[in-house]
């Protein structure tokens, strides 16, 4: 499972936007059983402690695409 956070638009039923595009990469970057998340979902995240629901903290990887998280966009 791949978790990212950011703005997504409804249209006639559907999601779209970047941030899904985001979450299926991170996705595809895990293994099964995975819940990975994106930088932007960590961050949200990282004043909670995972690890005690037996979670664990793999680090940093690159998903192989130059996706920008949400507020970081070209100078």
Do not use: C, K, W
Not at 16 to 31: E, I, K, P
Not at 46 to 70: C, E, K, N
């Amino acid at each position: 499972m791949g978790l990212a956070t950011g703005e997504a638009e409804l249209r006639d039923g559907d999601y779209f936007g970047t941030v899904l595009n985001r979450a299926a990469r991170v996705m595809a970057a895990g293994h099964g059983g995975q819940v990975l998340l994106d930088d932007a979902t960590a961050h949200l995240l990282s004043r909670v402690d995972l690890i005690a629901f037996g979670l664990r903290r793999y680090g940093y990887r690159q998903t192989g695409r130059d996706v920008p998280s949400p507020g970081r966009g070209p100078a």
